[in-house]
Nanobody, 126 residues
Framework: QVQLVESGGGLVQAGGSLRLSCAASGRTFRNYGMGWFRQAPGKEREFVARISRNSLITYYADSVKGRFTISRDNAKNTVYLQMNSLKPEDTAVYYC???????????????????WGQGTQVTVSS
């Protein structure tokens, strides 16, 4: 079992920034690929970003590429999502997720992930 707890959400004006954190406990954090997803009201959960165990591989949804950055600190058992140039369409509940699979290839589907946090709300006002 891996327990994940997100923090850092809030209300921000368009063009602003937020940094989300996801703290992991339980099994060895460095053994998991990590992802961020988001879900807006009335919409399906969508992939945002992914980072490999050793941070060498990262990839993003096209909608956030160039604005968001995923990173991790294995010593602190934490994964981050730095969000810049926020837009109202970024408004959603953001979730972090842990993936026990060895491969990092195209792990964009929510079903690929084994453990989930409870989510943190991000609201971007226009």
């Amino acid at each position: 079992q891996v327990q994940l707890v997100e923090s850092g959400g809030g209300l921000v004006q368009a063009g602003g920034s937020l940094r989300l954190s996801c703290a992991a406990s339980g099994r060895t954090f460095r053994n998991y690929g990590m992802g961020w997803f988001r879900q807006a009201p009335g919409k399906e959960r969508e992939f945002v970003a992914r980072i490999s165990r050793n941070s060498l591989i990262t990839y993003y949804a096209d909608s956030v590429k160039g604005r968001f950055t995923i990173s991790r600190d294995n010593a602190k058992n934490t994964v981050y999502l730095q969000m810049n140039s926020l837009k109202p369409e970024d408004t959603a509940v953001y979730y972090c997720a842990a993936d026990s699979a060895y491969s990092d290839y195209q792990r964009r589907a929510a079903a690929s992930y084994d453990y989930w946090g409870q989510g943190t709300q991000v609201t971007v006002s226009s």
